[in-house]
């Protein structure tokens, strides 16, 4: 799945440029980078991708969450609607601008229910956050119907759909702001990089302000420029650019290769007993980083899991038991466990997740198994995992 298995010498000689000029950041220094302008070039090239009209580059995908959030000028007092099923950094970023994370409940597409934002939706409502989970896309057009209806932003994190598509738009640039993840374990991968990306000139100046300390970015000499209001050190370095530059012109390719490796995998389970699929809103449109099932009920999902890694099949996740991405396991959110203090009414507006029973997700992600797919296999290794596991899958069922 990563980027970095193949990473060769596309990725050596970008890092070559920006070391033979020595300048490893990505504003000023005009003269000295001798036209050297990875994080720009990269920027560049997102917009090809994405079909967008702005890219902002910066340090991590959670960086671009908050900043996008800040952009849209969400904070104190705002709600920010997101499912439970997500990486912790979709909550962090909202917690990082002063909103309050509302979670609703995910259904077979893995991502975020339209019913279930309905039913979350408050007067306080400011965003719907639908992540893209494990490389397809949520149902986009419903949740987009619902934020016009109520004047809601849409904010896509897209950070592990980069290269997903619904119907022909990519992933991230269908809401007034996208979010990429671009760390080491993405499909495209800086090492560490996010970007942001929309259409909306003032939300992307708006971004590109606050993601480097308010700077305006309207002059060569750093000191000299304005600060319209206050931000963050969120930049992305120029090595890290220079690394996205050379994996970004390979996304095509990746995501080939994941969608063929992924059709023997499914190939080979569809039919197996007690295994249904994961809904794609757009099966054309999947970046196939993943291939998930669900077994029928939790503790054939359990025996599976056990099967497949007995079997030797690695990269399996049984969500439900996972302290990443699943909420089951987010102690320190429900104990609310935090560095430093938050406004009590922060903590008063925020729903007590020890306390918040999400059963519709529970009664899914229980019962799903996610595969990651590896580009480096051979088709021959593929051909034999796709066995192995149609063998695992069966064991555990009926044991
Ligand atoms: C990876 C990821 C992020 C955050 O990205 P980082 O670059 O690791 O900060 C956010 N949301 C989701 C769903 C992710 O998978």
Redesign the pocket.
């Known amino acids: 799945m990563p980027g970095f298995e193949f990473f060769d010498n596309v990725e050596r000689e970008q890092l070559r440029d920006v070391m033979d000029t020595g300048i490893l950041m990505r504003y000023g220094f005009g003269g000295l980078r001798r036209g050297q302008w990875k994080a720009r070039e990269m920027e560049a090239s997102i917009c090809c991708v994405a079909g967008v009209n702005h890219a902002l580059l910066l340090s991590?995908?959670?960086?671009?969450?908050a900043t996008a959030l800040a952009a849209l000028g969400v904070g104190a007092g705002d709600e920010v609607i997101l499912p439970p099923f997500?990486?912790v950094?979709?909550f962090e970023?909202i917690l990082a601008t002063g909103a309050v994370p509302v979670m609703a409940d995910i259904d077979e597409t893995l991502c975020l229910d339209p019913q279930a934002v309905r039913r979350a939706i408050t007067p306080r409502t400011k965003v719907v956050m639908p992540?893209?989970?494990c490389g397809a896309m949520a149902q986009i057009d419903e949740l987009q119907a619902i934020c016009r209806e109520h004047r809601l932003f849409l904010l896509e994190?897209a950070?592990?759909a980069f290269g997903a598509s619904f119907h022909g738009k990519m992933a991230g640039s269908i809401g007034e702001a996208g979010?990429y993840?671009?760390?080491f374990?993405?499909i495209v991968t800086c090492g560490?990089?996010?970007a942001v990306v929309t259409n909306d000139t003032i939300l992307y100046e708006r971004a590109d302000r606050y993601h480097d300390h308010g700077h305006d970015h309207s002059n060569d000499d750093r000191g000299a420029e304005g600060h319209p209001f206050a931000g963050y050190n969120y930049r992305i370095s120029e090595l890290h650019a220079a690394v996205g530059c050379g994996q970004i012109g390979k996304l095509e390719r990746f995501v080939a290769i994941h969608r063929k490796h992924k059709k023997t995998l499914k190939e080979a389970l569809a039919g197996a007993p007690g295994v249904t699929f994961r809904r794609l809103p757009d099966p054309d449109g999947d970046s196939a980083t993943f291939l998930s099932f669900f077994m029928p009920d939790e503790a054939a999902a359990r025996r599976v899991t056990v099967a497949l890694k007995a079997a030797g099949i690695d990269g399996v996740f049984h969500w439900y038991d996972n302290n990443w991405h699943y909420i089951r396991k987010w102690e320190h959110l429900k104990a609310r466990a935090f560095a430093h203090p938050l406004y009590r009414a922060l903590l008063d507006a925020m729903p007590d997740y020890a306390n918040v029973a999400f059963p519709q997700s529970d009664a899914i992600i229980s019962r799903t198994i996610s595969i990651a797919i590896k580009m480096g296999w051979t088709d021959d290794e593929v051909q034999k995992r796709a066995e192995t596991i149609r063998q695992a899958v069966e064991l555990g069922i009926r044991n």
Do not use: P, Y
Request: proline share 0%; aromatic share 8%; net charge negative.
């Open positions: 991590s995908g959670t960086a671009a969450l997500t990486f950094a979709s970023s992540v893209h989970m994190d950070c592990q979010c993840s671009f760390d374990n993405k560490e990089g996010g």
